[in-house]
């Protein structure tokens, strides 16, 4: 599997980078995460490939959905599954329909709607598992696997069993870092690059990528490579994320077989 962080802010974008999308591009699959105002870059990345194309929603804030409304730049000849917290659909239908952007039915490519966890089933061979974490508001993480490669999404969350749960063993955690230095609030939970390398290293992951910074707290890649020192001291093997970054991630069974 190949990641592309298509953005990497949170709360809004910056000269440092857009807010969250990225995209995973499995044997089957092309895999968006979240769609921040990241995802208006995805055809650089996509075009002219014919594959099942599936948008996975962690939850409804504006840095996660404000991209939607270029849905209808995009080309997807195969159709467009999009992945959202069950019970959601109606939050979805306002959002994405007049006056405030084009209507899921009038983009030019089918639609189908999942409501996970719960309807997983329908992505198959992609292995999908989707968990509620610690926000606000309903936030999903998601546990993706494909051909033996893993790969865990835990966006806006404060630490929980469910976000170690998803990146058991994993071969790349992607692990939101909102909070700067050891900052938390557990009136607006988010992780900091202490609590996102202690999940990565209490779940024996492979590799730790931080993304979805503050925009307010890290106004520079200077703030984000202080934040990979500080995950590195509890977990070596991390990684600050800036836009157009790129991870092949092989899989620790095909490793074992190169």
Same mark, same amino acid.
């Given at each position: 599997?190949?990641?592309?962080?298509?953005?990497?802010?949170?709360?809004?974008?910056?000269? /440092?980078?857009?807010?969250?999308? @990225?995209?995973?591009?499995?044997? +089957?699959?092309?895999?968006?995460? $979240?769609? %921040? #105002?990241?995802?208006?870059?995805?055809?650089?990345?996509?075009?002219?490939?014919?594959?099942?194309?599936?948008?996975?929603?962690?939850?409804?804030?504006?840095?996660?959905?404000?991209?939607?409304?270029?849905?209808?730049?995009?080309?997807?000849?195969?159709?467009?599954?999009?992945?959202?917290?069950?019970?959601?659909?109606?939050?979805?239908?306002?959002?994405?329909?007049?006056?405030?952007?084009?209507?899921?039915?009038?983009?030019?490519?089918?639609?189908?709607?999942?409501?996970?966890?719960?309807?997983?089933?329908?992505?198959?061979?992609?292995?999908?598992?989707?968990?509620?974490?610690?926000?606000?508001? /309903?936030?999903?993480?998601?546990? @993706?696997?494909?051909?033996?490669? +893993?790969?865990?999404?835990?966006? $806006?969350? %404060? #630490?929980?069993?469910?976000?170690?749960?998803?990146?058991?063993?994993?071969?790349?955690?992607?692990?939101?870092?909102?909070?700067?230095?050891?900052?938390?609030?557990?009136?607006?939970?988010?992780?900091?690059?202490?609590?996102?390398?202690?999940?990565?290293?209490?779940?024996?992951?492979?590799?730790?990528?931080?993304?979805?910074?503050?925009?307010?707290?890290?106004?520079?890649?200077?703030?984000?490579?202080?934040?990979?020192?500080?995950?590195?001291?509890?977990?070596?093997?991390?990684?600050?994320?800036?836009?157009?970054?790129?991870?092949?991630?092989?899989?620790?069974?095909?490793?074992?077989?190169?």
């Amino acid at each position: 599997m190949k990641v592309i962080f298509l953005g990497t802010n949170g709360w809004y974008d910056t000269k /440092t980078g857009n807010t969250v999308s @990225i995209l995973i591009k499995t044997n +089957s699959h092309h895999v968006i995460l $979240d769609a %921040g #105002y990241g995802l208006a870059k995805l055809d650089r990345y996509i075009e002219g490939e014919d594959k099942p194309a599936v948008l996975l929603l962690s939850h409804y804030h504006l840095d996660h959905t404000v991209g939607l409304h270029v849905l209808n730049k995009f080309n997807f000849p195969r159709g467009l599954k999009i992945g959202i917290p069950a019970g959601t659909k109606d939050y979805l239908n306002t959002l994405v329909n007049r006056p405030y952007t084009a209507p899921l039915e009038s983009l030019p490519y089918e639609v189908d709607i999942l409501e996970l966890p719960g309807e997983e089933h329908q992505l198959y061979p992609l292995q999908v598992e989707a968990r509620e974490l610690t926000h606000v508001t /309903t936030c999903l993480g998601y546990r @993706i696997e494909d051909s033996g490669a +893993s790969i865990a999404y835990v966006p $806006d969350t %404060g #630490y929980c069993e469910n976000a170690v749960t998803l990146a058991r063993n994993v071969d790349l955690l992607c692990a939101e870092c909102a909070y700067a230095g050891d900052l938390s609030n557990d009136k607006w939970p988010h992780l900091n690059p202490l609590s996102a390398a202690k999940i990565a290293r209490e779940a024996g992951v492979k590799r730790l990528v931080l993304f979805h910074f503050d925009a307010l707290q890290y106004p520079s890649l200077a703030h984000r490579k202080e934040a990979e020192r500080l995950a590195r001291c509890i977990f070596p093997n991390a990684l600050a994320a800036r836009d157009g970054l790129s991870i092949t991630v092989k899989g620790r069974l095909r490793e074992a077989l190169l």
